[in-house]
């Protein structure tokens, strides 16, 4: 009875020490796996980070030789003469841009500090509009802690390039305003300008440029509102901060 008392004992033992075994293996292998997972997760996450850095870096540069190369288009153009190199320069930025974009196209997903994405939208248009001798007003007025969408993102950096070029471009502005507002549930942009104004009608006839943004805002459930007369521009977007 003694010897069996004694083998049961040894057996519930060694199960547990075989249950104890298992399960700190098991531990370890998770872990393992948790900090192989941590470890993708950081290195994905610096690859978007250097990504993204590049190609907002390069398409701000390259958008600088097409206002240049614009520039010198337009000044040639009242002489009557332009040197058909300039156009192939203007061209080839545009095709760059084009391709640079379709590379980031991966990264629409990847959310950012309003903080981050405030300094971005700065940069860019500091950059751009000191080509032109153009001045710049930058606030984020609210919101400074709180993340903005990838896809959000993205539309609303096409929205500031687009109008910041059209300010550089025809408004003869000498200054500029960005207002960035970011709430739980909606990011609102507005930008202002002091230039000559433009025709509504006709900007959103054209089917490109603010006509094709506006469309793009409105089906992510989104709007846009533009007022323009000489010596005061407006256009205020207002986006869902994160789509569904």
Known sequence: ???????????????VL???????????????????IRALEGILSE?????????????????????????????????????????????????ATEALDSLVWPLRDV?????????????????????????????ILAGQGIEIGGRV???????NQELIRNVARHGRATQVVIQLRISADWVYCQIEDNGCGFSIQ???????????FVNQVEAV??????????GRSVVAVKMPRVLP
């Open 153 to 159: 993102r993205q539309l609303l950096i096409i929205a």
């Open 202 to 212: 006709s900007a959103l006839a054209l089917g490109r440029g603010l006509s094709n």
């Open 18 to 36: 075989l249950a104890l075994v298992a399960r700190q293996s098991y531990q370890i292998c998770r872990n393992r796996r948790s900090a192989s």
């Open 111 to 139: 959310s950012e500090s309003s903080i981050d994405f405030g300094r971005h939208i700065e940069c860019l248009a500091r950059n751009y509009l000191s080509t032109c001798n153009v001045g710049l007003d930058f606030k």
């Open 221 to 230: 459930g989104g709007w846009v509102t533009v007022a323009s007369q000489p």
């Open 47 to 95: 690859r978007v980070r250097i990504s993204r850095s590049l190609h907002d870096d390069l398409g701000n540069r390259l958008s600088e030789i097409q206002l240049l190369a614009e520039q010198m288009i337009c000044s040639q153009e009242s002489q009557e003469r332009v040197d058909p190199m300039l156009n192939r320069i203007h061209q080839r930025t545009l095709d």
């Open 1 to 15: 009875m003694l010897e069996t008392c004694l083998g049961a004992g040894i057996l519930v033992s060694f199960l």
